[in-house]
């Protein structure tokens, strides 16, 4: 039997392909007979499979192979095609007239006029008209003429000019069709359509984003949909080559599953099968790694990363994002923005035609704060902040006075014509109100200037004004007749932050944003530290491995910081600093954080032992490549520009997740569900 076994791939390889397609099932045979104790079975199944050359592969196929417990399935009627295509529909011109060319789309428009019927097909590149003639190709006219929207066809026709009377100049490929010879359905459309894919654009009432993001496969079709995807492509892909070619950055891709970090937000965690009862962190930033890099002596890193941070989510947040992620050994503070100035600039240029300034502005956190009450404003219009404390020192209006012996601030924000934009009702209870209090006021001072320069508003705040003090006060906000000045008051932080919300609101209120300016500035000098109120400790504005200025390293708790943001229209689209390179340094930092050097051992033990094995000077940026493309698009969401986001809830609606897992999972994670 072992011999005759042993023989049979000897006679396959020798024998025809007959015997080459029999010998594809001996291993079935010998398997299935196997399970029969009768050894003369067993011998007369293997000399059947060997000699009986006469019946067909077909015959011993099903003989052997189909269990008799599973009757075979029924033949499908569909069979898949894969068509040659030998042009694309958006890149036909009157050039190509009398060309014949297959075209695979889907259906955009489908109409019947005259006895004929004409398809706009739709791919990546494009739209083209597609027309039937119903007398010479009566079949493609038929199939055509069933096609609805969406449907995925192969046309097969001849370019050629459309009537004058047809063209059509608000379209590319405008002035020419294809008469269509065949048309063939590659798979047609079996379910209701959610949304109309070609009109949606242009639709007045826009189909609600919880649909869209439902079915994300249709929205994607849409043509502002796929031009800011492939927007993001062109933008990663200028990056790539322009830090590469021209700066010979290196990109490094760094690990995903990695250990958590004090990044500001809270981490999401992955438990560990193999080591019960521990947890990755999916990284926040690269931060640590890339440190670690430049210790390996890699000069200039970059990566498109993958982030990942459980915060609360709005429009230019998300769960997991994406960054543009460098870092440089060896860079000055000068060097290191002069460099992103170029690559944003060359960004800018080669993506809008839109040339920015060189060098960058240059405002410190102390003047931004000062100015706009924001780290990040936008100075497309000149509305600016007044801190007016010192005029207010001695007033007997009791609201003013008390918070600045208490340590608070007064500063007003002059809003031109605003006196009579906003009536006293609306300053009282009205939306302008309402934003003061959504900021964190117990209320909205205000004064209006007449005609005749007296002032008007609450009567106490009046009052208490005299002549000397109300002059200073109109010269210092340079108010004139018709303006309205508003005050707050109270501890610095919640000064700024109510007089930045009503100068972003009057600002758009009153129109006087100039949509086609471009204003990017840096802000630099930030604080090492910010006081946190909830845990009575210091913690690190940006992170805790910021250089300090060499100048202010005898009080490191008052330290400005070596970071740098650079601001575009009022949105941060990028942050770094350069780092501490020096264990001792780095150790003092995390202590004053409230890090005892046991945790940063625990914590940072190889980032300190790194620091400590020769760290080279450094520093680095990361630019949010998902908020930067959505400015770029003209956008107000990053989901907008991501193929496949999550809600403002943290869910994908399109493939429903998060979601309840086996529990044989968790058990294997030695983890429970409530």
């Known amino acids: ?85 030998t042009r694309l529909c958006g890149e036909l011109t009157p050039d190509d007239v009398g060309k014949r060319v297959t075209l695979c789309g889907w259906v955009a428009l489908h109409r019947v006029h005259g006895g004929l019927t004409f398809l706009n097909l739709r791919d990546h590149t494009g739209i083209v008209q597609v027309t039937t003639l119903p007398e010479d190709f009566p079949e493609a006219h038929s199939t055509a003429n069933n096609l609805r929207l969406e449907y995925v066809v192969a046309v097969e026709g001849v370019v050629r000019s459309r009537p004058s009377e047809a063209v059509n100049e608000n379209m590319k490929t405008g002035f020419i069709e294809v008469a269509a010879e065949r048309v063939q359905v590659l798979n047609a459309v079996r379910s209701k359509l959610p949304f109309l894919v070609t009109t949606a654009d242009d639709a007045k009432d826009f189909v609600k984003e919880e649909i869209r993001l439902r079915y994300r496969c ?17 933008v990663v892909k200028l990056i790539r080559r322009y830090l590469e070619d021209v700066h010979g950055f290196v990109e490094i891709e760094t690990p995903v599953l990695s250990r958590s970090t004090p990044e500001g937000a809270r981490d999401y965690l992955v438990p560990s099968r193999v080591q019960p009862g521990t947890f990755y962190a999916l990284p926040q930033s690269p931060q640590l790694f890339k440190q670690m890099l430049m210790v390996s002596g890699f000069d200039k ?58 060098p960058f502005p240059r405002l410190t956190y102390a003047e931004a704060m000062s100015r706009y009450g924001s780290d990040r404003p936008d100075t497309r219009f000149s509305l600016q902040l007044n801190d007016v404390s010192d005029l207010f020192l001695e007033s007997p209006f009791r609201v003013f006075s008390d918070s600045l012996k208490s340590g608070g601030i007064i500063k007003v924000l002059c809003v031109p014509s605003g006196a009579k934009t906003y009536s006293n009702t609306a300053l009282k209870k009205g939306d302008i109100y309402n934003e003061a209090i959504k900021s964190g006021a117990k209320g909205l001072p205000f004064l209006k200037v007449l005609d005749t320069g007296s002032v008007e508003g609450i009567p106490a705040l009046v009052s208490s004004l005299g002549p000397s003090n109300k002059e200073q006060l109109l010269i210092r906000c340079s108010a004139g007749p018709g303006d309205l000045i508003l005050f707050a008051v109270g501890h610095p932080a919640s000064v700024n932050k109510t007089l930045d919300r009503l100068r972003m609101f009057v600002a758009h209120e009153l129109g006087l944003i100039d949509n086609s300016k471009h204003s990017i500035l840096w802000i630099t000098d930030f604080p090492m530290f910010e006081w946190k109120d909830s845990e009575q400790r210091l913690e690190a504005l940006h992170h805790p491995f910021t250089a300090p200025n060499p100048e202010d390293m005898d009080d490191l708790s008052s330290a400005r910081a070596l970071a740098y943001d650079m601001v575009y229209n009022g949105v941060e689209i990028g942050g770094g600093s350069l780092r501490i390179y020096k264990r001792e340094v780095q150790q003092k930092v995390l202590e004053i954080v409230g890090i005892s050097p046991e945790q940063a051992e625990a914590k940072f033990g190889y980032l300190l032992e790194a620091l400590d094995m020769g760290a080279p000077p450094h520093g680095g940026i990361a630019f949010g490549l998902d908020r930067l493309v959505m400015l770029l698009a003209g956008t107000n969401s990053i989901r907008d520009v991501i193929a496949f986001p999550k809600t403002t809830t943290a869910q994908c609606v399109l493939t429903r997740s998060p979601s309840e897992v086996d529990p044989q999972q968790l058990q294997e994670l030695s983890l429970q569900a409530k």
């Open 301 to 358: 890193y970059y990566q498109i990363a993958r982030c990942f941070r459980d915060e609360d989510l709005r429009a230019d947040r998300q769960p997991e994002f994406t960054q543009l992620d460098m870092e440089l050994a060896f860079t000055p503070l000068d060097d290191m923005l002069r460099l992103n100035e170029d690559l944003i600039r060359k960004i800018f240029l080669e993506i809008k035609d839109v040339q920015l300034p060189n």
């Open 1 to 85: 039997m072992s011999l005759l076994i042993k023989s049979l791939p000897f006679i396959s390889f020798r024998s025809s392909r007959t015997l080459s397609s029999l010998f594809l099932i001996k291993p079935t045979t010998i398997k299935t007979l196997s399970k029969n104790t009768n050894t003369n079975n067993i011998n007369n199944a293997a000399s059947v499979a060997a000699f009986s050359v006469s019946a067909s592969a077909e015959t011993a196929n099903a003989a052997v192979t189909t269990p008799s417990s599973n009757p075979p399935l029924p033949p499908l009627k569909e069979s898949l095609n894969w068509v040659s295509r």
């Open 218 to 234: 249709l929205d994607l079709r849409r043509q502002q949909m796929n031009h800011n995807i492939l927007l993001r492509h062109k």
